[in-house]
């Protein structure tokens, strides 16, 4: 059984920065891709970044390019998401996940089956 646990949500203004941290139990994290997705009150779960398996090549949202960063330390299970430049619109819950299967690279919802509680980042105007 794989468990995600989220840490480093927050209340910050405009245009801070907070850093989430997911740190995951299992023995072949390195195998897979990894995962952020956030929702909004009243919205759908959405994609926000992810970090490909082997590679560590990174996706992201269009709305969070340039802004966030998602790291992974397969040495200590880890992926981290350091949001910048944060707007009021980036509030939500954000949850931390992993891939269905290893050696899959996707950035859609129902790719990945095991999800942390996930953690509530809100930013004031």
């Known amino acids: 059984q794989v468990q995600l646990v989220e840490s480093g949500g927050g209340l910050v203004q405009a245009g801070g920065s907070l850093r989430l941290s997911c740190a995951a139990s299992?023995?072949?994290?390195?195998?897979?891709?990894m995962g952020w997705f956030r929702q909004a009150p009243g919205k759908e779960r959405e994609f926000v970044a992810a970090?490909?398996?082997?590679?560590?090549?990174?996706y992201y949202a269009a709305s969070v390019k340039g802004r966030f960063t998602i790291s992974r330390d397969n040495a200590k299970n880890t992926v981290d998401l350091q949001m910048n430049s944060l707007k009021p619109e980036d509030t939500a819950v954000y949850y931390c996940?992993?891939?269905?299967?290893?050696?899959?690279?996707?950035?859609?919802?129902?790719?990945?089956?095991?999800w942390g509680q996930g953690t509530q980042v809100t930013v004031s105007s």
């Open positions: 299992g023995r072949t994290f390195s195998s897979y891709t």
């Open positions: 996940a992993r891939v269905r299967n290893p050696g899959w690279t996707s950035t859609v919802r129902d790719d990945y089956d095991y």
């Open positions: 970090s490909r398996w082997g590679s560590g090549n990174t």
